[in-house]
């Protein structure tokens, strides 16, 4: 069937891997539904695929809200929906879990009643495989020397672990256990997608959190940096994954970890300093001890909530991702690299002055050798 006759509803589609998600539909062919909370999100969308000749229809609906899914997935064959979506665990409560659980069971049961979805694609996150949150020592022991896979899973009830880590674990649970429960009629295929930190140049909306491990290091209220390890997925990697598991056979019913690799904190700092200290930026590169780390963590609420993190490194295997889904990673240095010039590009971290006067000259340049031609 060709791709331009299938349908795919992409729920939240202004967020940081959905508009990847989407540019790459539209360049395949595929007819994309996607929905918007308001009219300024589905003006950044339209925006973002003007020049495409596929056809984008947006549907305004929250994912919270109880009407309008059964409209919303009709007629498409695909959904692919970004549990991963959810705000920073600073902005979280003990409701999150309960009201992001509602909510994928609310788009699955509209895709199952609706008859014509073959397959729905979740976007999970590496967290609901292991999160290294938890202050239970089994696991901190268990971190040294497990390189973690797709049979892994994070436990909700461990002591310390990060409230995004449990929201995002019980709704990813929640999906398999709905799946499972269908009615034979009703069936429908699932996939996941458990990426990493996302990292990458931002096309649409504004930056998800995971972007401010680079940004930070730009801001001068940032002069030590944490002891905390990362595993780090490029967002072109992650968009690439989600049509790979929509569509490939061996992909119904699997999860799928999608990272290049895990890295330190300051690992990233120096790949940003070498870049950008030429250009008139100042990179933090020294490690904070952990007394600096644990005073401050009684100031701001988001520094307390890497402490149980400080000092921990994991392994993950994306097995998955290089031989079944034949995705191969980009190079970590560029996605960084990528990562923060498109985050100066778009206004979000301010541009030097030298580097200001460096793009001058060379537009100028440009904007001649055009002229003479």
């Not at 709905?178 to 931002?202: A, C, D, Q, T």
């Not at 690799?261 to 870049?275: C, G, V």
């Not at 952990?290 to 005073?295: D, I, P, S």
Request: aromatic residues 6%; hydrophobic residues 40%; contains cysteine.
């Amino acid at each position: 069937m060709a791709t331009s006759n299938l349908s795919v509803l992409v729920t939240e589609g202004v967020g940081f891997i959905a508009s990847h998600v989407i540019t790459l539909l539209l360049e395949k062919g595929y007819r994309v539904r996607a929905t918007v909370t308001n009219s300024q999100e589905e003006s950044q969308l339209r925006t973002l695929c003007s020049e495409s000749k596929s056809i984008l229809e947006v549907v305004e609906i929250g994912l919270f809200q109880d009407q309008g899914w059964d409209r919303a997935v009709k007629g498409c064959r695909y959904v692919i929906h970004d549990a991963s979506n959810v705000p920073g665990s600073a902005s979280l409560n003990n409701d999150s879990p309960k009201l992001n659980v509602q909510c994928v069971k609310r788009i699955l049961r509209a895709c199952a009643d609706d008859g014509g979805v073959k397959r729905v694609v979740l976007t999970s996150s590496i967290s609901a495989v292991h999160d290294h949150s938890s202050s239970e020592s089994a696991f901190m022991d268990e971190e040294k020397k497990k390189i973690y896979n797709e049979s892994d899973w994070s436990h909700v009830d461990s002591p310390g672990l990060d409230i995004g880590a449990q929201t995002i674990t019980l709704v990813e649970r929640a999906a398999w256990d709905f799946i499972r429960e269908l009615p034979e009629k009703k069936k429908l295929e699932l996939s996941v997608i458990n990426p990493g930190v996302v990292l990458g140049p931002l096309v649409c909306g504004f930056p998800s959190r995971s972007l401010e491990i680079v940004q930070k290091l730009f801001e001068r209220t940032l002069q030590l940096i944490p002891k905390v390890h990362f595993c780090v997925a490029d967002v072109r990697d992650v968009a690439q994954a989600h049509l790979k598991v929509m569509t490939l056979p061996s992909a119904a019913t699997h999860r799928h970890i999608v990272c290049t690799e895990s890295i330190w904190w300051r690992q990233i700092a120096h790949i940003l300093f070498t870049e950008f200290k030429p250009k008139g930026y100042h990179i933090p590169t020294t490690v904070a001890p952990f007394f600096v780390t644990w005073l401050g963590s009684f100031f701001d609420r988001s520094t307390s909530m890497i402490i149980p993190r400080i000092g921990r490194e994991c392994s993950y295997d994306n097995k998955r991702m290089r031989e079944i889904l034949g995705v191969t990673p980009r190079d970590l240095s560029q996605t960084v690299l990528d990562t923060a010039y498109s985050l100066i590009e778009k206004g979000y971290i301010q541009k030097s002055k030298r580097h200001r006067l460096e793009t001058e000259l060379v537009s100028s340049k440009e904007d001649e050798i055009e002229n003479n031609q």
